[in-house]
């Protein structure tokens, strides 16, 4: 009794051992196979870590910068020097002893006067200006701010050209996963076709020839399912590659549910696209530098102060000490009419640049135009692709009852297999080309992250 109770335990203990084996094989294939991810997941880790998307956002965060650099030209200016001298220029020795206080009655003299002996001067001073009155530099703030508000809508626009990438790879991952299976069935449609030209020849109602070229059409059925499986590898690894992983993406199944509006709808929503705001504000800092161009005529105003001083031994030394309290004013009157040539530039920059962003406006009109009616068309084309395969499949199926029954010949079938294996590809690649349709609708419409349910990752959020 003893002797069954311990082998029922080590039976047990055996099959615990091969299912924990199980389980950590099944897990390792799961996880070599890739992270699964939905399209709306994907997209969302995309606008995190893709390169391209990383490396925009630090531009952006550069030309941030700029409005800093701009608004420091309006504050104090506070500088520090030291200096040091040693000459027998007469006018410089003069001037040394006077400001380090060793004057004496004794440099007076004509010949000390004329060939001084060689004197040492170390300066200190501590500097500070103050721009009161600086009208090119108030602007040139406006401008920098201006110009990284272009570019913060260049970053958005950014994040949804790489949407647009990232849905259009996840859908080729997913057409590739899913022709696998038409691969399958093709592999099983050949197989039966081999199976009815050996049984035919062995019945003597077909030859042999027959079951060489069902043979040739399974061979050919297998290389397209062994294409198929390597296209699905390379597929979800190019969809990891874009989200900026190092492994491979595999995809959900799960439906798009993106509600078609009217022409108009998207038409209203492209004049609010993020690269037409952004070429709205270059179009306002063309004006703006109109603006730069004229404050050139307006003087500028600003004060400042010093305290100084020397020593004739030693650095920081303070044997005399002095101080000055300025004020400047300056004013450009002529420049050799370079100020009006650049204000002639500046309008033909704002022509230009005019021109620019009412050919953008108009351009984003038309490819909605162009998006919408490719919605109609993908649709359509996927309905007849649908039907074509109805067709296929029943033309294939009474080729083969004609060929079992000795009525047709065997490469009526294989043609008509072709055309069934063309047929379901055909359904598949519509079906997919009706859902990018849809997305890039959408995306020239500025809104496929509202349509995904997502959100622009703003700078200020990381």
Same mark, same amino acid.
């Given at each position: 009794?003893q002797?069954?109770?311990?082998?029922?335990q080590?039976?047990r203990?055996?099959y615990?051992?091969l299912?924990?084996?199980?389980v950590?094989?099944?897990?390792?294939c799961?996880a070599?196979?890739g992270e699964?991810?939905?399209?709306?997941?994907?997209?969302a880790?995309?606008l995190?870590?893709n390169?391209?998307i990383?490396?925009f956002?630090?531009s952006?965060?550069?030309?941030?910068?700029d409005?800093?650099?701009a608004?420091s030209?309006?504050?104090? =200016? #506070?500088t520090?020097? @030291?200096r040091? *001298?040693?000459?027998?220029?007469p006018t410089?020795?003069?001037?040394?002893k /006077?400001?380090?206080?060793?004057?004496?009655m004794?440099?007076?003299d004509?010949?000390?006067?004329?060939?001084?002996a060689?004197?040492?001067?170390?300066?200190?001073?501590?500097?500070?200006f103050?721009p009161l009155?600086?009208m090119?530099?108030?602007?040139?703030?406006?401008?920098?701010?201006t110009?990284?508000a272009a570019k913060?809508?260049?970053?958005f626009?950014?994040?949804?050209t790489?949407?647009l990438?990232?849905?259009q790879?996840?859908?080729?991952?997913?057409?590739a996963?899913?022709?696998?299976?038409v691969?399958?069935k093709?592999?099983?449609d050949?197989s039966e076709?081999?199976?009815?030209?050996?049984?035919?020849?062995?019945n003597?109602?077909?030859?042999?020839?027959?079951?060489l070229?069902a043979?040739?059409?399974?061979?050919e059925?297998?290389? =397209? #399912?062994?294409?198929? @499986?390597?296209? *699905?590898?390379?597929?979800q690894r190019?969809?990891?590659?874009l989200l900026? /992983?190092?492994?491979s993406?595999?995809?959900?199944s799960?439906?798009?549910d993106?509600?078609?509006h009217e022409l108009e709808?998207y038409t209203?929503r492209a004049?609010?696209r993020r690269?037409?705001?952004s070429?709205q504000?270059?179009?306002?800092n063309?004006?703006?530098n109109?603006k730069?161009n004229?404050a050139g005529?307006?003087p500028s105003?600003?004060v400042?102060?010093?305290?100084?001083?020397?020593d004739?031994?030693v650095p920081?030394?303070?044997?005399?000490e002095?101080?000055q309290v300025?004020?400047?004013?300056?004013?450009e009157?002529?420049?050799?009419?370079?100020?009006?040539?650049?204000?002639?530039k500046?309008?033909?920059?704002?022509?230009?640049?005019?021109?620019?962003?009412?050919?953008?406006m108009?351009?984003a009109?038309?490819?909605?135009?162009?998006?919408?009616?490719?919605v109609?068309?993908?649709?359509k084309n996927?309905?007849l692709?649908q039907?074509?395969?109805?067709?296929?499949e029943?033309?294939q199926?009474?080729v083969?009852?004609?060929?079992?029954?000795?009525l047709s010949?065997l490469?009526?079938?294989?043609?008509?297999?072709?055309?069934?294996?063309?047929a379901?590809t055909?359904v598949?690649v519509?079906?997919?080309?009706?859902q990018l349709a849809t997305l890039?609708?959408c995306?020239?419409?500025g809104?496929?992250?509202?349509?995904?349910?997502?959100?622009?990752v703003s700078?200020?959020?990381n």
């Open positions: 009794m002797f069954w109770h311990k082998k029922y080590g039976i203990l055996f615990f051992f299912a924990a084996i199980s950590l094989f099944l897990l390792h799961e070599a196979a699964l991810m939905t399209l709306r997941a994907a997209v880790k995309a995190e870590s390169h391209e990383v490396a956002k630090n952006l965060a550069s030309h941030k910068e409005i800093g650099i608004q030209t309006l504050m104090p =200016k #506070l520090l020097e @030291e040091f *001298l040693r000459t027998n220029n410089y020795v003069f001037m040394s /006077l400001n380090q206080g060793r004057f004496t004794q440099d007076f004509i010949d000390s006067l004329n060939d001084p060689p004197a040492n001067d170390f300066q200190t001073s501590l500097a500070v103050q009155l600086a090119q530099a108030a602007i040139g703030i406006d401008m920098s701010e110009a990284y913060k809508e260049e970053y626009r950014k994040q949804e790489v949407a990438q990232v849905a790879t996840y859908l080729m991952a997913q057409m996963e899913e022709y696998i299976s691969a399958q093709g592999v099983e050949a076709h081999l199976r009815i030209a050996k049984v035919s020849f062995k003597g109602l077909g030859l042999y020839a027959d079951t070229r043979s040739t059409a399974m061979t059925a297998e290389q =397209k #399912l062994v294409s198929a @499986e390597k296209n *699905l590898k390379v597929a190019s969809l990891g590659l900026g /992983l190092e492994g993406i595999r995809t959900d799960d439906d798009l993106i509600k078609l709808h209203r004049a609010t690269d037409i705001q070429m504000f270059h179009f306002e063309a004006r703006n109109l730069l004229e005529y307006i105003l600003g400042g102060s010093s305290y100084q001083l020397n004739a031994e920081f030394g303070s044997d005399g002095s101080w300025f004020a400047l004013f300056k004013w009157i002529f420049d050799g009419t370079k100020r009006s040539h650049e204000k002639q500046a309008h033909y920059q704002i022509a230009e640049t005019r021109e620019h962003l009412a050919q953008l108009d351009a009109t038309f490819q909605v135009f162009e998006a919408f009616l490719g109609d068309e993908a649709r996927y309905e692709a039907s074509a395969r109805a067709t296929a029943e033309g199926r009474l083969r009852v004609r060929y079992e029954n000795g010949p490469v009526d079938l294989l043609d008509a297999q072709v055309s069934l294996d063309q379901r055909n598949l519509r079906e997919k080309e009706q890039k609708l995306f020239e419409s809104i496929i992250l509202q349509e995904l349910g997502l959100k622009a700078i200020e959020n």
